[in-house]
């Protein structure tokens, strides 16, 4: 793995020459970052040794260099998800090589059905913290102390530092801005009403199938994390609406220019 991580990374160096110390995984609800993003350089995922390819409907999959909100930034455009049938090795390589690359913090979206009562359609919750349901942690295995430690603390997954950056912003623009706790799962099956009431019971707002593990590594490799997500339906025993695919996609899109007002702010106060 060690070698797989210095092949990607020096071929990612030699194409590109200047790596940033930011990078950022656009999940649905941050496609639209990109626009934003003042380009110097994209690496199709096809052109790089060892990155698995993605194939979900409505991720693209490019590495993208570029400034956004004063920062020189790598930004991820289309990430690899477990129901893909990726491993978790796989899913996580990506964050790897950024490690590798220099990049200390990392910025990650998502759409999330949300438990919380007191969430809408559209709103975007600040991770606060995740309870991790995937079925194998990407840390299991041999564990090479040049990338991490045996057994790494979770105890602040997501920065509380820049959780308040988030909040401050939020304050100052007048954004609606939801905190909380992040359940990842395996999927590619929505939840049941009785799933959902479940994760709610035990401490979960939103459900999602992805980010737990890019998340874990991240922090195993001592990166500073801020995660968000776009609350794309509502889940529980009372709710009646069935989530779909192009439901996720249609909240997601149309919470976009929040998620960015939010994460080019962040940017240019770090
Ligand atoms: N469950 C799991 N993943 C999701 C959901 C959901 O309700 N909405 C968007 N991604």
């Known amino acids: 793995m060690l070698e797989q991580i210095r092949e990607t990374a020096d071929f990612i160096k030699k194409s590109v020459g200047e790596m940033p110390q930011i990078a950022i995984i656009l999940g649905t609800g941050l496609g639209d970052l990109v626009n934003h993003i003042d ?57 790897r090589v950024m490690r590798q690359l220099g990049v200390d913090r990392l910025f990650v979206s998502n759409a999330a059905g949300g ?13 606060t913290d995740h309870i991790n349901l995937f079925p194998e942690n990407p840390l299991r295995g041999k564990n090479y102390e040049e990338l991490g430690p045996r057994f790494p603390a979770m105890t602040e997954a997501y920065s509380s530092g820049l959780i308040s950056m988030a909040d401050d912003i939020a304050r100052e623009e007048g954004i609606r801005l939801m905190h909380g706790v992040y359940v990842g799962t395996p999927g590619p099956t929505f939840e049941t009403p009785a799933e959902y009431e479940y994760f709610r019971i035990i401490g979960g707002d939103a459900v999602g199938m992805s980010t737990v593990p890019e998340v874990i590594v991240a922090n195993h490799s001592g990166m500073t994390v801020f995660g968000v997500s776009v609350i794309t339906d509502l889940g529980g025993k009372d709710v009646k609406e069935v989530p779909t695919h192009e439901e996720v996609q249609k909240a997601a899109i149309k919470a976009q220019p929040i998620m960015t007002k939010i994460i080019k702010e962040m940017l240019a106060r770090i």
Request: aromatic content about 14%.
């Open 39 to 95: 380009i110097r350089k994209e690496l199709s995922y096809k052109e790089i040794p060892n990155f698995p390819v993605s194939t979900v409907e409505g991720h693209s999959g490019k590495l993208i260099f570029g400034n956004l909100g004063g920062k020189y930034v790598m930004a991820m455009q289309g990430r690899f998800h477990y129901y893909e049938g990726y491993d978790m090795k796989q899913v996580t390589f990506p964050v």
């Open 115 to 127: 438990m919380n009562k007191e969430f809408q359609v559209g709103d975007v919750m600040v991770i």
